[in-house]
């Protein structure tokens, strides 16, 4: 997770055939370039954003920079706390499920 703020690039496999494949950060500014191996049995299809997929042949390749146009982002009172919070609420931060008390059958097993 990375906070909106932070002037960066994610790269995160999707559906990898492989466990070494992991999401890396690079700082912004970094210039990307994609490549299908020359040894490549195959095409590759790339998909941006969920967006329509593109296939990429040999000898084609993909340049990744950061937009001069950052995406805006609407908050309730300022981007820290908003981001903060809605982490904690989405992934249940600080929150303990009560637990039912055990049951005299259940203390048998």
């Keep these: 997770m990375i906070h909106p703020n932070v002037p960066a690039i994610m790269i995160t496999p999707i559906c ?54 950052p995406v805006p982002s609407i908050c309730f009172r300022d981007p820290v706390t908003d981001w903060f919070e809605s982490l904690a609420t989405c992934l249940h931060w600080n929150v303990r499920k009560k637990q039912n008390c055990l049951s005299s059958e259940d203390e048998e097993f």
């Design 16 to 69: 990898p055939h492989s466990l070494s494949f992991r999401p890396i950060v690079v700082p912004a500014g970094v210039e990307l370039k994609i490549n299908l191996s020359p040894d490549a049995r195959n095409t590759a299809w790339v998909s941006f954003d969920g967006r329509k997929r593109q296939e990429i042949c040999h000898g084609d390749s993909i340049t990744i920079i950061t937009s001069c146009f």
